[in-house]
């Protein structure tokens, strides 16, 4: 069963964290330790919701038809407003130069790549922790910024880790986490209004205290679905 977030209600406070999974083996003696990473991280997070009235009651209905972790639903990512980078597009890059130029922004031959520029920022595939989009404007760093996050696939939300500058095709090749799940070809790149597709992180995680007459405060614990 699949649920959105109730609309108009907003948590009072907000933590994401992104949870890898790892093994840790200690030695007894020298107390070096051994950290193996496994495949499987995943976001969890913790929002405290504070409500009254008739918005409590919506709230708590909700949170019945979530049944604990049986149903599944979109959270917004509140803590990211979108990409910080530029953005800017090869055809906007096109259109201050001329859309057939070379790359230093002239018309003639000096010894400077050539370049057809069309194009809007997109993915063009991934796999693992690398991420390959192309649109963007050439020869151009910060169109993408470590910090910025990207919606792939829908519900599933992937940081930017590691970017860089663009070649002169406008393409790059950026790395995220948490890593895909499995590889990806041509996709839209989104970068606003993104969403986390979670679950209560167990059967209580919805009890919430009531302080009378009728406000309720709920803090919950929720886990990515990674289903």
């Known amino acids: 069963m699949n649920l959105d977030w109730p609309e108009g209600i907003h948590p009072v406070a907000v933590a994401f964290w992104f949870q890898p999974v790892t093994v840790q083996s200690a030695s007894p003696l020298t107390r070096q330790t051994l950290v193996l990473e496994r495949k499987g991280s995943r976001w969890v997070a913790e929002l405290t919701v504070d409500l009254s009235g008739a918005e409590a009651a919506r709230f708590g209905a909700w949170l019945a038809t979530c049944r604990g972790p049986v149903a599944s639903f979109r ?10 980078g530029s953005l800017r597009s090869m055809d906007e890059y096109a259109a201050a130069i001329g ?5 230093d922004g002239t018309d003639f031959d000096d010894g400077a790549g050539f370049f057809e520029g069309t194009g809007q920022p997109h ?6 922790a690398r ?14 910024r470590p910090g910025d996050a990207v919606s792939i696939p829908p519900g599933s939300v992937h940081l930017l880790v590691q970017t860089g500058r ?3 095709d406008g393409r790059m090749i950026v790395t995220i986490q948490p890593p895909l799940r499995s590889p990806i070809g041509r ?3 989104v970068t606003d ?7 209560l992180a167990n059967d209580e995680a919805g009890r919430g205290r009531t302080r009378p007459p009728a406000r309720t405060r709920w803090t919950l614990n929720l886990v990515e679905d990674l289903a």
């Open 75 to 84: 959270v917004p990512l509140w803590l990211h407003e979108g990409a910080t």
């Open 99 to 103: 859309i057939t130029r070379f790359s």
């Open 193 to 199: 209004g993104l969403t986390l597709r979670m679950r």
């Open 123 to 128: 993915i063009t595939g991934g796999v693992a």
């Open 187 to 189: 996709a839209p790149l």
């Open 166 to 168: 663009t070649d002169i």
């Open 131 to 144: 991420l390959a989009v192309a649109g963007f404007a050439p020869w151009t760093e910060k169109v993408l």
